[in-house]
């Protein structure tokens, strides 16, 4: 019995939400800068933004997937920026997706596993956005296989056209 009322202090954070006092249970609006622990730079004010944004993105992904990038070139805005863990790559929209083509040229064969993707919109900066994470599973010309797990950030313009990816990459392995 003696160990009971111990008991009870110890898990009182989990039930009555004593640890955060900062942080309304419930509060599913924005959160106000004051209120976390890292200030944002940008912005917390996003909602769902539009679905045919997301659909726009995985058909980018399927074209990467069967190696026609260029299948998808008018789903880009004419001045386009790249951004991935190892270069930048920035500019005219076909200079671009030409380079963007020789990268996946490299590989003979890709697998695309969708895992989960959010369109959000901004409603203080009026940016579209869509995050979409999955798996790469690719093939090089000499028959190494590099796996990698990717979280990508799009930017879709007010035409509805993309003008920006910036890439997350999980460490990669090959076999």
């Not at 004051?34 to 995985?58: C, E």
């Not at 805005?77 to 270069?87: C, G, R, T, V, Y």
């Not at 007010?158 to 999980?170: E, H, P, S």
Request: hydrophobic share 35%; glycine share 8%; net charge neutral.
């Amino acid at each position: 019995m003696k160990w009971i009322f111990p008991a009870i202090l110890c898990f009182c954070p989990f039930f009555f939400n004593c640890g955060n006092p900062n942080i309304e249970p419930g509060d599913s609006g924005s959160l106000k800068q004051d209120k976390i622990y890292y200030p944002y730079s940008a912005t917390s004010d996003y909602i769902i933004g539009k679905g045919q944004h997301s659909k726009i993105i995985m058909d980018v992904w399927r074209a990467f997937e069967v190696g026609n990038l260029k299948q998808k070139s008018d789903f880009f805005a004419p001045e386009i920026s790249l951004l991935f863990p190892d270069h930048h790559m920035s500019g005219k929209r076909d200079s671009i997706l030409n380079l963007w083509q020789q990268r996946r040229n490299e590989y003979s064969s890709v697998q695309v596993r969708v895992d989960g993707w959010a369109p959000l919109y901004s409603k203080d900066l009026n940016e579209n956005l869509v995050m979409i994470w999955g798996r790469l599973e690719m093939e090089d010309r000499n028959g190494k296989f590099v796996h990698k797990t990717i979280l990508e950030k799009w930017g879709i313009n007010g035409t509805g056209k993309i003008d920006y990816m910036q890439q997350f990459i999980n460490a990669a392995y090959t076999q």
